[in-house]
């Protein structure tokens, strides 16, 4: 994976996030992703399946971090995960217009494990 454009780039609480434009060196195919500062894969990915599609992955196992990770009580957790969601909803309307114009968008609030991501990301678990 080769990272292109540094599109967004927030802090929430101790994680940095920063969304890229990258590509596959193997495939070279055009994605989208959010990355967890120290990781070296995207947390929340976008890549085009085929002509019309895309499709999100989500690293269930990056997400449990920031919940293992976070010393915040409950309510800064809340706020935190309200901050992070806005920021992907931000960055998949940017993911959407400018990488994927002519596709279908799978968007993470439509996401099928959506409640298991929030539980991760509040809770560790």
């Known amino acids: 994976m080769k990272l292109l454009i540094k599109v967004n780039e927030i802090a929430i609480g101790p994680f940095l996030y920063t969304a890229y434009i990258f590509s596959h ?5 055009i994605g989208f992703g ?3 500062d120290g990781f070296k894969n995207p947390m929340i ?9 895309v499709k999100i992955n989500v690293s269930e196992n990056q997400v449990r971090y920031i919940g293992e990770q976070s ?3 409950s309510n800064q957790r809340q706020a935190y995960y309200k ?7 931000s960055s ?3 993911a959407a217009k400018q ?8 968007y993470l609030a439509d996401y099928r494990h959506l409640a298991r991501i ?8």
């Open 45 to 53: 990915m976008f890549e085009a399946v085929d002509d019309i599609q």
């Open 92 to 94: 998949e309307l940017l």
């Open 71 to 73: 010393q915040s009580d």
């Open 83 to 89: 901050d992070f969601m806005n920021f992907v909803k």
């Open 99 to 106: 990488i994927f114009p002519y596709k279908k968008m799978e």
């Open 34 to 36: 959010i990355f967890l």
């Open 118 to 125: 929030r539980e991760l990301y509040l809770l560790g678990k």
């Open 25 to 29: 060196k193997e495939e070279d195919k």
